[in-house]
Structures are given as C-alpha cells and as structure tokens.
C-alpha cells in the first residue's frame, strides 16, 4: 500500500548479512534524483505479528524463506519520497535465509504491486561511509 501523508506505517524489515555485505533492496526517487537503498520486508496487516509478516513478505516477494529470524529493535521514520511526507514504524529482525542460493548472487529483480524492483548485496562499509544512501537513516545502526 502506498503511504499517504495522513497515514503512519507499520512495517517489518531484516538485515540479512552475509561477510561484509548487506541484502537491500534499491530504490529511486524522481524528485530528488537520487538513488537509495533500504531493507527488505513490507507492511504489517490487521492481526497478523510482524514476525509472520516478515516471513510472508519475503514469500511474496523473491519466494524465500528466511531463517534464525531473532528481533532487533524498532525505528521510526518520518520522511520525504516523490515529495510527499511518509511516517513509518518498523519492526526489524535479524534473518538469514534458508536456501544458500541466495547468497550467491549478485542480484535479484523481483515485481512488487507491479513494479519492477531490484535487490542486491550491499558493502556494508559503502553505507557506513555515506558514499551509498540507506533509508532510513537511524537503520545504520542494526548493521
């Protein structure tokens, strides 16, 4: 569901490490011109954990099953995308995933809502430097 600018979020993300990278997916905003990458997952529904949630969502959208799914912490992000404030809660687990496929490549382009998207294995030290822009911000620090 696309954020409005009167609606706060509930969402579900994993950091998924593998040596020195990180499995994001990447994104891009037209209004600011500018590419960025975040964490995989996706929206809680009405009555679900965000722990089920986070293991369906990963289901739907690359057909993986995540493992050894152990809980972070939780972030909240107020923020601009194609120039409309977004508000988000998010619940963030630990994962690994459960078939070492994943692990071996490079990236992975995948339909969410109809949208073409890619997810790929980020240098964690790229992140931490600044020199790739990770959303939300406050993330950084689960890495």
């Not at 690359?62 to 995308?81: H, M, P, R």
């Not at 109809?114 to 959303?135: F, H, M, P, Q, Y």
Request: net charge negative; with cysteine.
């Amino acid at each position: 569901m696309p954020f409005s600018s009167d609606t706060i979020r509930f969402l579900v993300i994993a950091v998924i490490k593998y040596g020195d990278q990180v499995f994001l997916s990447q994104g891009f905003d037209p209004v600011k011109q500018e590419t960025f990458y975040r964490a995989m997952g996706g929206g809680v529904d009405f009555g679900e954990s965000s722990f089920d949630a986070l293991k369906r969502e990963f289901q739907e959208e690359i057909n993986a099953d995540v493992t050894n799914i152990k809980y972070l912490g939780c972030l909240e992000s107020i923020f601009q995308f194609k120039g409309t404030t977004g508000h988000e809660v998010i619940q963030v687990y630990q994962a690994d995933f459960a078939d070492d496929k994943f692990y071996q490549l490079k990236e992975l382009t995948f339909y969410e809502k109809d949208r073409k998207k890619t997810a790929l294995w980020v240098n964690i030290n790229e992140l931490k430097s600044g020199n790739l822009r990770l959303v939300p911000e406050n993330f950084i620090q689960f890495l």
